[in-house]
């Protein structure tokens, strides 16, 4: 339902007809972080290759094995792609922030680590104690 809206809105605002199914199939990526070790003038925001991006990632993920304490075994599948561009988008706002509200274990603050990292920010988190 939501990509038939987007494809009505994208001919109505572009001109250009999009088909929905393929929306829902290979979705368009975008992100600034696909040069690894770029300052943060110098990146370009831009629509991603679904090809390439998951070896950037897998390069970002082994330069935070080699600069972490802590290992961080991931998988880049489709999905995990997705939300890593998601949230690397997020964090690159001017005040930036999100709430990601899921079941355990999913993967959330794994990834969520990872955009930290791809930004060159440093993350923390708050622990609540009685």
């Given amino acids: 339902f939501f990509m038939q809206i987007l494809a009505e809105m994208s001919y109505k605002s572009f001109s250009k007809s999009i088909d ?6 290979s979705p368009p990526l975008f992100g600034d972080f696909m040069k690894m070790g ?3 003038e110098d990146r370009l925001y831009e629509k991603l290759e679904t090809s390439k991006v998951a070896k950037v990632l897998a390069d970002y993920l082994n330069d935070y094995n080699l600069n972490s304490s802590k290992e961080m075994k991931l998988v880049f599948f489709s999905d995990a792609v997705e939300h890593v561009a998601r949230i690397a988008r997020i964090l690159r706002q ?3 922030n999100a ?3 899921g079941v355990g274990g ?4 794994s990834l969520t680590r990872m955009a930290c990292h791809m930004a060159g920010f440093q993350c923390f988190q708050i622990k609540i104690t009685r």
Wanted: glycine share 10%; hydrophobic share 30%; aromatic share 0%.
């Fill in 94 to 96: 001017p005040r930036g």
């Fill in 106 to 109: 999913t993967g959330k603050q």
């Fill in 38 to 40: 770029a300052a943060k």
């Fill in 20 to 25: 929905p199914e393929q929306m829902t199939e």
């Fill in 99 to 101: 709430l990601l509200v």
